[in-house]
């Protein structure tokens, strides 16, 4: 066990030879006080979930904290902890680690990646008490198992008066972490394996045969095990949108959005398994309607209109018709039968009594309601843009969403969706390649520059979060508006392969 006390004293030492260092000496320096800093960080996190505040083992371990915070502060005018994977750097010198601090290099990192913190700055006014106040908020948010993120942390201590810490999220280049490069390439799978099984289900829907009940079922579950793991690989694959068969991708993007807004709504992992299947069944009634009116480019008549707006309960008598199911999918079947039927009920088909529209029937709508505007089908071959059909669900009563919904929807996907091209103030093209992760900073996404100020192409281009701004507090870039990608010849898929 370190005595957390015995730690202070090299870096004591270090400071008094401090004065005129080489780069190299000083980098030596800022490795060995910062290890001193994190090793003492973990002895107070320790004390701190052992006694209470007053106790002097408590007292002892966050004055030796100031004290190491101090030192590196003398000698640096900054004190900044920072992570990256798996390194932690302090003022931009990266610690090394050896067996002796393995467990508080690890135990803090784990402890800041639950809580979204990849950045900690500290100001020479950070009291022992300020101290006490950050670590004991990390340490209960990192056990709470929510998903935390840094916002809720500045949160907690802006409520507790603390003003000497600054926090930012996870720097962008973790984006190329083990952990997201797997779960990226999990969602990829996933992704393609449910279009191809729901092609198969539709395919056997439309000869009259019975839909392999089994592998839909599994496809439903991965979708909902991989949201509950990591949720932003799978959601920003929808939005891409670079895949041209319309109706199997429609139904799969409709359950994956469904599925993660269900999460942000509360949901149980069973609830979401039986609005997942839901969702991937909506429009399963279409498989009646003849291929002929569902690939119609123009001119649709009243006949054709007639065959549409019955797909609703054409789905309810399909699903009666599949078996393998222990018992029969009431809920899938609401779904069918509501999800065109707006909260006002002035869609179709027609209540025949006031009736609710259920709340699986509402979330899927929604979903439903942004991937079709936003895709790109027979009669629709230039899409909105996703900023534009977000703000008609938002804006447009007569749109018929629920608003508490589409509230949720536009937290999760962002005002500028993943995939969007978007113009700069800096007169660059970029992607939109993940929503913030601070809620605050929904219309500053992180972007991939794809053409710089002159229009040359950029690839794969550099990532830029939107929220950096220069030494004098204004925005380094800021979007401007939404773009087509034809318009400049960029296939937005390239950039996420
Ligand atoms: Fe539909
Ligand atoms: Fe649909």
């Known amino acids: ?84 994977g798996e390194f932690i750097f302090v003022n931009s010198t990266r610690l090394r680690l050896d067996l002796d601090n393995y467990a508080s290099f690890s135990h ?18 950070a009291t022992a008490r300020d101290w006490l106040v950050l670590l004991s908020q990390l340490l209960s948010l990192s056990a709470s198992g929510e998903d935390v993120i840094v916002h809720d942390v500045v949160e907690k201590l802006e409520a507790a008066g603390v003003t000497t810490f600054t926090l930012g999220p996870p720097p962008v280049t973790d984006d190329d972490s083990d952990f997201m490069r797997r779960a990226k390439e999990a969602a990829k799978r996933t992704y393609s394996h449910s279009v191809a099984v729901t092609k198969e289900c539709m395919g056997s829907v439309r000869l009259g045969q019975a839909p392999n009940i089994k592998k839909i079922k599994r496809v439903v579950q991965t979708i909902v095990d991989q949201i509950l793991n990591e949720e932003r690989s799978l959601v920003g694959l929808t939005t891409i949108r670079d895949y041209d068969e319309y109706t199997f991708t429609h139904s799969v993007n409709v359950c994956i959005f469904s599925v993660a807004l269900g999460r942000r709504l509360g949901l149980s992992k069973l609830q979401l398994f039986d609005l997942g299947m839901a969702a991937l069944f909506h429009d399963i009634g279409k498989s009646r309607v003849p291929l002929g009116v569902l690939n119609k480019v123009e001119n649709l008549n009243d006949e054709d209109w007639r065959w549409l707006a019955a797909h609703p309960w054409l789905g309810v008598l399909a699903l009666f018709q599949i078996r393998g199911l222990a018992e029969l999918p009431y809920r899938a079947m609401v779904v069918c039968y509501e999800h065109h ?69 536009i937290n999760m996907v962002g005002i500028y969706p993943v995939g969007t091209l978007v113009v700069l103030d800096t007169f660059e093209l ?24 002159r229009g040359n192409v950029l690839f794969p281009g550099e990532l830029a979060d939107l929220t950096e701004q220069s030494a004098s507090g204004v925005y380094r870039r800021t979007i401007i508006k939404t773009e087509h990608p034809d318009r400049y010849g960029i296939t937005v898929g390239d950039y996420f392969l």
Do not use: W
């Not at 202070?8 to 800093?37: C, H, K, W, Y």
């Not at 004390?47 to 030192?71: C, F, H, M, Q, S």
């Not at 992607?431 to 601070?438: E, K, L, R, Y």
């Open 430 to 453: 970029a992607i939109v390649h993940s929503v913030n992760p601070n809620p605050q900073a929904i219309s500053r996404p992180v972007v991939r520059i794809v053409s710089d100020d």
């Open 1 to 84: 066990m370190t005595d957390p006390r015995r730690v202070s004293t090299p870096t004591q030492n270090a400071v008094l030879t401090g004065e005129a260092m080489t780069d190299a000496a000083s980098e030596s320096f800022i490795r060995r006080a910062g290890r001193a800093l994190i090793v003492t960080v973990y002895g107070a996190m320790r004390v701190i979930r052992l006694y209470p505040p007053e106790n002097e083992a408590v007292r002892n371990a966050l004055n030796d904290l100031v004290t190491a915070g101090k030192t590196l502060l003398d000698q640096d005018k900054e004190l900044e902890l920072r992570t990256s």
């Open 108 to 125: 803090l990192l784990s402890v800041l990646r639950k809580c979204g913190v990849g950045t900690i700055s500290v100001t020479p006014e």
């Open 341 to 409: 039927m707006k909260t006002d009920q002035t869609g179709y088909p027609r209540a025949v009594r006031p009736r609710d529209q259920s709340i699986f029937a509402r979330i899927v709508a929604v979903a439903d309601g942004f991937d079709a505007a936003t895709s790109r089908r027979a009669y629709q071959t230039v899409p909105m843009s996703p900023a534009a059909v977000l703000a008609g669900m938002r804006d447009n009563p007569r749109r018929g969403f629920d608003q508490v919904i589409v509230k949720g929807f």
